[in-house]
């Protein structure tokens, strides 16, 4: 690592001190998977990242090396010629392939797997919209998006029916060529894909006119999708295996759909309860009412506002919010936020009748069981 302050393996790896070589081994393969190009692209500095864990790596799975710096620390290491190296490698790619051969144990051969042999689809992720009304009751909703398929017409083969489809010569089947490159660990078998048959192994003698010898076409898949009642913005719904298409007979990927749920003109959500604004006339709220609150859809909620109800009081409306993700049988509240509406324009009766009101009040009208500071969190909404 270029850092002036290297930080200490143990951490990167996020293993004890005194973790053993299989403990070590699956902190660093879990890294691994982390940033794998494959899924990091959109990361610049997923490189450095991988640099740093292959470097604590390197330190720990090294019983001299780890000895070393157990007892004097990185400047050991410095001192004693024992740091890993890793500048000589030109990519992320490079790296991966010094430490698990082929593309690092993924993308094209599948981590742990053979090359050229099945390798699963990639994963597809689209978005879907709908109303807060559609997220509390539930619905099946139709997606469609462009997805990798299998082509029909060769099977995946790749080959036109009734065609043969050869062994590639130049790697023997195997979909890879490898070839003895030096690296900071010494000499390391480096595999890279077939430049003949794209690592594929085969080569087919006329290609499919569907698919172009390709063996998966690219076209439109609709599918019916259960949107579960109490389901979040942003939340994702997994469909196992109706992702991508694999390649050479490996398994789909999966369907990952992100619910963007539109905001409502009436109701914000808050958890599992909805909350709603009232607008009451002030005799009303003098004198108490009861008043038609919108609701999820085009429902709608009457709701008693008491004698006396004054400005920002929260009337709470049990079992009237949303379903719980998973248990659709409990609901969270509705919460009603009284906004109290003073008229602003009058006619001359109205204000004659207003003002015989306001001569009439007294003291007593006006007490109300409060604090200075109930008052305030109330008229604040609870801020101090």
Known sequence: ??????RDPYDVLGVPRDAD???IKKSFRRLAR???PDVNAHDPQAEEKFKEAAEAYEILNDPKRREVYDRFGHEGLRSGGMRPNFEGFGSLGDLFEAFFGGAGGFGGTGFGGQPGGPVQGDDAIIGLDITLAQAAAGTPEEVTFEAVHTCERCEGEGGEPGTAVETCEKCGGSGVLQAAVRSPFGQVLRQTACDRCGGEGRIPQTPCTECDGRGRVVKPRTLSVD?????ADGQRIRLQGRGHAGERGGPPGDLYIQVRIAPDEHLLRDGDDLVTVLDVPAPLAALGATLP??????AVLNVRV???TQPGEVITV???????????ERRGDLRVVINVVIPRRLTAEQREGLQRLADSLTPENLAAPETMSAKLRRLFGGRR
Do not use: N
């Not at 690592?1 to 290297?6: G, I, K, R, V």
């Not at 949107?227 to 389901?231: E, H, Q, S, T």
């Open 1 to 6: 690592m270029s850092s002036t302050l290297p």
């Open 21 to 23: 070589e299989t403990t």
């Open 34 to 36: 982390e940033l794998h």
């Open 227 to 231: 949107v579960p009642p109490g389901i």
């Open 293 to 298: 609150v919108p609701v999820l859809g085009d």
């Open 306 to 308: 008491p004698t006396g």
């Open 318 to 328: 049990d079992h009237e919010g949303m379903p719980l993700l998973r248990r659709p």
